[in-house]
């Protein structure tokens, strides 16, 4: 039921996303991008980059993502895959092993070359989604302490190489990973190869680096003119690691990047900006190039930050979904309590509804008087006159009376009120009467049908009538045995004169004993048979309320899930846009449904059309429930449209919602957009941390990917007038489900960065005792 909950929650939450989004459509990006994703250790950042873009872009399909891996990789529509050699098993030498392994093997050199060919062929036949086919932008990921990253130059510079005989401008920007939160394991090892990458990407990034390779050969084994790299390998290079600038580990760990990375390479490949407003300044990548460049040469890099704020529809989705169910399960409970008496009568068991099944179910009663023409032996009256009735019985009839009795009347009257009960269900009763009427329902059959009602008990009833027709039952037994010892001339009989035949006699004392003796066995059957039916209405009953039982407390563990998994959800949401939730939307689902009230009738949900109760919910249990009341949900209560706000206005009237209750003045707009510009600000904290008292060169920019006519928008960008030390714009999105802030931080170098500080002793050691991390062969590299 869990999963049907969630996917009722996610489904809405996209469908209302794209609602509220119509007309803006998903970003589009200007030119072809290509993905180089380097080392089995990216191979996360891949799946998960991919999906993002696939969500969010509209050119989407037209992205090709490389991995060059050496034991995995992942098999996609877009994604080309190369295989490294094997990496070597001895750890010291396994980063300068794999590069040495693959530039000594002329074979998969030819391999690597045939497929960069490959690549950017498919890149070009793409060409045609973007709106611009003169350049192509290579977006590099790779983890730091990742082996393979020791073949970094090569593989962008050769895949530069074949780019550039399709487009007329190439770039590559790099995007490093840096992970320094890990459980132990191989914790010193990993910051030391991460370490040796830094520093070698340090060199990439300088304005005087070199680089020359022979790597480009024909499937012939022609070597073309060796490739030649000057001055920075990448434009910009990316920091970003599970750590924000303030020392804080990021919730999500390095997966926090993927998204950050999509919108960096959205960034820096998106079409220029056509609506402006003032307090807002497009973005400009030569500009933040030329802004974080340092005078010395030295190489400055980059990182950045991402908060989002979006309406928490997914929570919300989950919260009414509660709150309805406790409005329903509410109203259920709320029906009214059966009198006994009334119970009583509705489901026939008052004592004349009981007399008629059992009189129904009795022979009709000639059936007794053909008892009379039974044979009787030769016995004279005036023998049977020293007899008391029981042995006058047996000495006329030896049995057979008994016999006939049995089997002409008691037998059929036991089937025939076996068809009966058949034919009565009480069980159906009950749900005819109570379960499927408005003003009793489901928890009233529960009540009285439980061993302890409240109001009406209908078990007690039933054991108060047992107890009675069994105390009646043994009286008519009794009574049977002193009719059976009274003697025959005690009995007020007429048999006739002196002059009376004895054959008269004895035939006048016949239909005086059967009547006495038959009526009396009658009136005990009539018991017996009222005491069948009580009992089974017993047995009928339990099982009913056993099943009522089941479902009274799947109901409610049912409301314990949806308050749990509703709770669960608005934790999940950013705590400052989760404040209120409950009692905000329990309010507006009281007023949606007090409304439809209103135009269909009270209770109207209860019809089986909706919800329904009572035997639709034994039909079909809560499973069948929980689909009827996501249907009810999604065409009933958030098709309103206090529940298609847009994200701002969603936020401040729940924002404001217990303010009457607290005695407090209601948040203004004024005063949400401040604090929730704040909680962005921290949130969006870039990823790296940097030791500021080292960090001379600091510039910064600020981007809000939002529509710009927003009043949220318009607030922060009028603020940000003022005179400040970033750069502040807004990438316009006309659309109402959200909002995200990207910061960009540059300026800073590697003796910066306190991942570099904090793990420069790990490299030192590790290379002191013999590991070697370093490149080693004939590249020219300075």
Known sequence: MKDLMERFATEYANDLEAQLDRGHGQRSIQNPVLFLFVGDKSSEALRSVCGINAQKWQNSQGVLYVHVYCEETWEHAQVRSFRLPPQDDQRQTVRAGLYSRLLEDESRIVELNRFMKQVSIRVAESSRLFASCQQVNIAVVTRADDPANVLLPELTLLLKSYLQEMFKNVSADLYVLLQEKSGGDGFGFSSALGVQFLEEVDQYQRSDYRFRADLMVTEDGIRLPALEERGPLFSLAWLLGDKTEHGLFLNGGLAENNELISNLVLLNNKDAETMHSEGSEGYNKLQFLRSIAVDSGRAAFASAGLSKVKRPTHAIALTVL????????????????????????????????????????????????????????????????????????????????????????????????????????????????????????????YQLTAEMGNGANLLDELRTGIRETQKQLEQARAELEDIYRQRVDQQEVRVGGFFTRDRERVRTFVRHLLAKVYGKKTEILERELTLRLLLDCERQTKELHRRLYEQVEQLEDLQKQLRSIARTSVREAADYLGQNMDVYYEGVVADTIRSLEEQRGDGFYLDERHLGAGSLLLRHGVSGLLERLCAFCRNEILTRSSFALSFEAELLARANVAAAYDNRTALTAEDLFRDLSAVLEERAAVHIEVFHFLQKHRYEEKYWFADLHNDFVRYVLREGEAPRTYKQGCIHEARKSGIEKLNLMGGFGLEDLMYYRNNKKYHSSYRENGYVFHRQGKVELS
């Open 322 to 445: 509660s709150a309805v169910f406790d409005r329903y399960w509410q109203r259920l409970q709320e029906g009214d309590c059966l009198p006994k008496t009334k119970a009583r009568e509705i489901l026939g068991l008052a004592a004349r509804d009981l007399a008629r099944i059992v009189s129904a179910a009795l022979p009709d009663e000639g059936t007794l008087a053909e008892m009379n023409g039974l044979m009787t032996s030769g016995v004279s009256y005036s023998e049977l006159c020293g007899m008391s009735l029981r042995e006058a019985e047996l000495a006329l009839y030896d049995g057979s009376s008994e016999s006939f009795f049995d089997r002409q009347f008691a037998q059929p009257a036991a089937l025939q009120l076996d068809s009966l009960i058949g034919s009565r269900s009480l069980a159906h009763l009950i749900a005819q009467e109570v379960l499927d009427n408005d003003r009793y329902g489901l928890y009233a059959a």
